[in-house]
Structures are given as C-alpha cells and as structure tokens.
C-alpha cells in the first residue's frame, strides 16, 4: 500500500537540495528499510515490505543539466543512507532503468 507520492519535473529549476531535503524527512518519518531507485521511479519501502511513499520524476534526455541533477540527487540519497548507520539500505537502479526509458523514447 502506497500512502502517498510526489512528481517532480527535473530541469534548470530543478532544486536538487530541497528535494534531497524531502526525501530524507520521508525516510526519517517512516522508518524506511529500502530506498529502490529505480529509474525515473524510487519507492520508500517499510520493514513490512510496504511502499510507504513513491517519488516520480520526469526528464528530458537530451538536457545534460537535468541528467545531471539526477545523479546529484541520487549521491545526495546515498551519501544520506550510508550516514544513517543503521539497517536503512538503498537499491541502485537508476542507470539501468534510465538507458531502458532512453532506448524506448528513442524508439518512437
């Protein structure tokens, strides 16, 4: 069960910091055990296995800021769980994820 989620759009007003910031109070409400990034799509998931919360982004490919950006935030996420030091873990798909939308909107 999915108690919530947010879109973000990332582009040149893309606020890596403050979403950083959100997502961090997320995990810290919840209680979060795994942050899966995967893609364009990360999930806040629960020691009970449920999706607490869902963060949804959208990109445009071609804009190398914006790609940018997503690799901050995504070593911002990791950086922030690995200091936690306790049994929150993170699942990195974002590049795997990221070449299979690519290919697709390349396709059409």
């Known amino acids: ?27 810290d409400k919840w209680k979060v055990h795994v942050l899966k990034m995967d893609g364009l799509t990360w999930k806040l998931v629960s020691h009970d296995g449920d999706i607490c919360y869902a963060f949804i982004f959208t990109l445009n490919f071609d804009d190398l ?25 993170f699942l990195d798909r974002v590049s795997q994820g990221l070449e299979a939308i690519y290919a697709m909107q390349k396709s059409y």
């Open 1 to 27: 069960m999915t108690f919530g989620s947010s879109f973000f759009e990332i582009d040149s007003d893309f606020d890596v910091e403050s979403v950083s910031e959100a997502i961090e109070a997320w995990i």
């Open 65 to 89: 800021e914006a790609r940018i950006k997503l690799e901050d935030l995504r070593l911002n996420m990791i950086h922030y769980i690995e200091s936690l030091k306790d049994d929150t873990l």
